[in-house]
Each structure stands twice: as C-alpha cells, then as structure tokens.
C-alpha cells in the first residue's frame, strides 16, 4: 500500500487543522493506521491509531481530547482532526500503515511522506 499525507500549514495557537492520509490499492480496509510526528532533534513518536475497522482508536497523552482520528475505508482515507493546536505540537506529521497496531514505529511497514505542521504562539 502506498500513502500520502497532506493537510499540513501553518496556523496559530489555538487553532485547527485536518490532515489526511490517502491510500491507494484494495486492501486499505485491512490495515490499521496510525499518525507519528517528529519535531526536529526528537523521535517520532505516536500521536494516534485506528483499527482497520474504526472499532478502535489510540491516542498519546498529549492530544487526548483535542485530536481525533478516523477512516472512510471506502474512500482509503484517514484523517486527523486537531484541534486547540499548541506550538509543542509542531513537528512533522506522518501516516503509517501495517496489518496491526502498534505504538512504535517499529511496527509500521508502510509511510507516507510527511506533511509538515506549525503552530505559531
């Protein structure tokens, strides 16, 4: 499965974005996917997770309650929605895919690009 995230820019504290992950082949519906960021000098490091059927999703402590993630497995798309963004959530945001979850990234066999986002205070 190739993927492509997209969404990303700049915006201040306090404010929205939604980023995307489009997926291409048929199977998209049976993998779980999950969104990494990675500030710059630091690991990337889960932010969320969804099962291939939406029944289930993760999410790191620090976006719990202001980020959410879903799926449209009939349109291979996944998105993150963020919401009261902080300058702390700057980073470059990346979608991964793989037969099951994991919270490592480790575990992912499959990434897009990366779409970069800015939060300015």
């Known amino acids: 499965v190739q993927l492509q995230a997209s969404g990303g820019g700049l915006v201040q504290a306090g404010g929205s974005l939604r980023l995307s992950c489009a997926a291409s082949?048929?199977?998209?519906?049976?993998?779980?996917v999950a969104w990494f960021r990675q500030a710059p000098g630091k690991e990337r490091d889960i932010v969320a997770g969804i099962s291939r059927s939406s029944g289930s999703t993760y999410y790191a402590d620090s976006v719990k309650g202001r980020f959410t993630i879903s799926r449209d497995n009939a349109k291979n798309l996944v998105y993150l929605r963020m919401n009261n963004l902080k300058p702390e959530d700057t980073a470059v945001y990346y979608c991964a895919a793989d037969e099951t979850f994991s919270r490592y990234r480790d575990g992912y066999k499959y990434w897009g690009q990366g779409t970069q986002v800015t939060v300015s205070s």
């Open positions: 082949g048929r199977t998209f519906s049976t993998y779980a």
